[in-house]
């Protein structure tokens, strides 16, 4: 994580040469602020990868010593045969495309999003008394 840390640390720096410079030369508000806060994102990122690095084990990626495998093993938990983001992509796709033809397509989107949302967060859950 140090790693990361760093390098968000040095890519929030770069932005905001690169924000200082765009704003004196533009004079646009609008892209000049985006990249502030796209330097704010970066130091938030940053500042909370290299906080959490000194709290946690040194892991792989740390070390100049270490071999592939020493990352390998369980990742997490990833569900098989989820239907849950099919229902949110297409809810997505069509609640962006409400932007661009017409705010109406959120009738059909947003139901999707909830669905697919209320899906992918119940999937495993069975109840507390349920009996087998």
Request: charged share 15%; no cysteine; aromatic share 18%.
């Amino acid at each position: 994580m140090k790693v990361q840390g760093k390098m968000f640390l040095w890519l929030a720096a770069f932005i905001l040469v690169i924000a200082i410079v765009y704003g004196v030369w533009s004079k646009e508000p609008a892209g000049t602020t985006a990249l502030f806060l796209a330097f704010g994102l970066s130091v938030m990122i940053g500042y909370y990868l290299a906080f959490t690095a000194r709290r946690v084990d040194q892991l792989a990626q740390d070390n100049d010593e270490a071999d592939v495998a020493d990352e390998a093993g369980e990742v997490g938990f990833f569900s098989p045969h989820s239907w849950q983001p099919l229902a949110l992509g297409i809810g997505g796709a069509l609640a962006f495309l409400a932007v661009v033809f017409g705010w109406w397509l959120l009738y059909f989107g947003f139901p999707l999003i909830l669905i697919g949302l209320w899906g992918w967060v119940f999937e495993y859950y069975h109840g507390e008394n349920r009996t087998q």
